[in-house]
């Protein structure tokens, strides 16, 4: 164990929801189409009892905040800003970082698995932070940018974890489900920051 991280508490029988992690197009550049797969993402994760986490603004993000509500899903929006205003009107917890696109590492670090609809740079960016945490990532292929960039490939030479593809909206949320259910998380990560320390 390294200094700074608290130890294990005893075990529950509770068992905690999946956090599942929609990254992708903005608001100012999210095509209908792409916007309709985030929507249909964000339904089928709640559909599978899990939570949707989003940077919280709108595109993708409100799409896919949008989907898990019309489902009776549970939402949650880390946004970039100090004001709560700013989120999307389908958030049921808004977390205000006031970090701007520093917000990346908190929404990384806050999921069990990522889904990347479309997206542009700061999609990649938010992407790269889940991949050097060890996050399983899937790229629903199809939806463009960022997301058919990186389908099938590792974000570096470490080879830490390979982004998964999915065709459907269904299949993304199923893969990310069973990476994050099954996968490895972070371990890598880990040693790297123990060693620092």
Do not use: W
């Not at 990522?114 to 991949?131: K, L, N, P, Q, S």
């Not at 590792?154 to 994050?180: C, G, M, N, W, Y």
């Amino acid at each position: 164990m390294f200094r700074g991280v608290a130890s294990k508490t005893a075990q529950s029988s509770y068992k905690r929801l999946i956090q599942l992690l929609v990254i992708g197009s903005d608001g100012d550049h999210c095509p209908q189409t792409t916007y309709d797969a985030a929507r249909e993402v964000g339904g089928q994760i709640a559909s599978h009892s899990a939570v949707t986490v989003t940077g919280g603004l709108g595109g993708v993000m409100e799409a896919a905040c949008r989907g898990a509500k019309e489902k009776g899903g549970m939402v949650v929006g880390i946004i970039p800003h100090e004001d709560m205003s700013y989120a999307n009107p389908y958030c049921d917890i808004i977390i205000p970082t006031g970090l701007g696109f520093a917000r990346n590492f908190v929404t990384a670090y806050s999921a069990d698995a990522a889904i990347v609809v479309g997206g542009g740079a700061g999609t990649f960016i938010e992407a790269c932070v889940a991949y050097q945490k060890g996050k399983p990532i899937v790229a629903l292929t199809g939806s463009g940018g960022t997301a058919d960039k990186i389908a099938d490939t590792f974000l570096d030479d470490r080879k830490t974890i390979k982004v998964v593809s999915a065709s459907t909206p269904r299949e993304a949320v199923e893969q990310a489900i069973d990476h994050a259910s099954n996968g490895k998380k972070g371990v890598k990560y880990f040693q790297s920051v123990a060693r620092m320390i």
